[in-house]
């Protein structure tokens, strides 16, 4: 199994980014996918689901209306638009396996994580 993100970078608050995770070695088609992050000093924060089929989708409240998720089941990749983005959105964001509103604690818990990919909003 394989999750493995891009598109992180730094960009100055009010700018977009779009994170893309490339998925191998499981059924992509089978699985929710979601964005958790974790800001420098704090735990792993659930962002965002979409179901199997992309007809559904769920946000934190912290992102709600200014980031947008979205998967492409013929390229096994899920991708996370990020607009308007501001100074507490700066994380490590990962790509992961797990279910809409995940509260775990630790990656080793549940599901399949990618290794991340940083964003950074500051001017």
């Known amino acids: 199994v394989q999750l493995v993100e891009s598109g992180g970078g730094l960009v100055q608050p009010g700018g977009s980014l779009r994170l893309s995770c490339a998925a191998s070695?499981?059924?992509?088609?089978?699985?929710?996918m979601s964005w958790v992050r974790q800001a420098p000093g704090k735990g792993l924060e659930w962002v965002s689901s979409?179901?199997?089929?992309?007809?559904?989708?769920f946000y934190a409240d912290s992102v709600k209306g200014r980031f947008t998720i979205s998967r492409d089941n013929a390229k096994n990749t899920v991708y996370l638009q990020m607009n308007s983005l501001k100074s507490e959105d700066t994380a490590l964001y990962y790509c992961a396996t797990v279910l809409p509103y995940w509260t775990g604690q630790s990656k080793d818990e549940y599901g399949y994580w990618g290794q991340g990919t940083q964003v950074t909003v500051s001017s």
């Open positions: 070695g499981f059924t992509f088609s089978s699985y929710y």
């Open positions: 979409v179901y199997s089929d992309g007809r559904a989708t």
